[in-house]
């Protein structure tokens, strides 16, 4: 199931949010003993409750908003509530990623303070959800000056059964020679391949070149930023792979 959210609202309002769960399981109370014909109580087995995964995880949108003569920001990205390690990573990032973007269009206009030049700093967000996984995945643009931003991802998969967020590997259950393989095949076969070693280059078996991943039950879609494996006007690409 797959949830394509890019809302809007203020840090610090309240964030409405809705989320469906599956409907927990129960067990019911057992019988009381009963005594039997030599007056013996029988044995009351009482199951184990088993706790149920959600199949949506509760989230709610956080938004970052600036304007500034020397920066536009728009950042958006889910925060779970009931999920803080999720969350936090999620912060984390936004937290490392974007201040240094800023910093270096402050220092630009500080020695040039007549240019128009503004940069920008776009952050959204999507949430794949099946049985066991929650994916998140963030695509943020970044305009520092020339002819064209940058569009990068960032991925974070968290595994519901396990409670831990997970790599590729640990995800999938393939390895990273695997992956690497399959990515390879595929993109050799589209329109803009040239022999020139770019698509090897770009996806070398490690999670730097292969991390960045979504998992939709069956369905492992693999994304590499632009200039990764292809030419800039071929932008964002991605492969899926079948998994067994």
């Known amino acids: 199931m797959k949830k394509n959210l890019f809302l809007t609202i203020s840090i610090g309002a309240t964030a409405a949010f809705s989320a469906l769960f599956l409907s ?10 009963q005594a039997t014909s030599t007056g013996t109580a029988a044995v009351a087995t009482v199951a184990t409750p088993v706790e149920a995964i959600p199949a949506v995880s509760a989230y709610e ?19 779970f509530p009931g999920n803080k390690e999720l969350s936090s990573a999620i912060e984390r990032y936004v937290q490392q990623d974007y201040p240094p973007v800023k910093a270096e269009a402050l220092e630009t206009k500080g020695k040039n303070p007549t240019s128009v030049l503004s940069y920008e700093y776009i952050t959204n967000y999507e949430v794949i959800e099946d049985a066991t996984f929650t994916s998140v995945l963030l695509t943020t643009y970044t305009y520092t000056g ?15 059964k396990t409670k831990a967020l997970q790599n590729v590997v640990q995800a999938s259950g393939l390895s990273y020679t695997a992956i690497a393989a399959k990515c390879q095949t595929a993109l050799k076969k589209r329109d803009f391949y040239t022999a020139d070693g770019s698509v090897e280059a770009g996806t070398q078996p490690d999670d730097e070149h292969l991390g960045t991943f979504t998992i939709d039950g ?10 990764a494996v292809a030419p800039y006007s071929e932008g964002i690409q991605t492969v899926d792979i079948t998994l067994p």
């Open 61 to 79: 949108p956080v938004s970052i908003k600036e304007k500034l003569d020397y920066i536009t920001t728009d950042i958006t990205y889910p925060r």
């Open 24 to 33: 927990c399981q129960t067990t019911k109370q057992p019988a009381a003993p």
């Open 218 to 227: 069956k369905k492992l879609t693999i994304y590499f930023d632009p200039y």
């Open 146 to 160: 020339g002819a064209h931003g940058l569009e990068s991802n960032k991925s974070f998969v968290w595994n519901k």
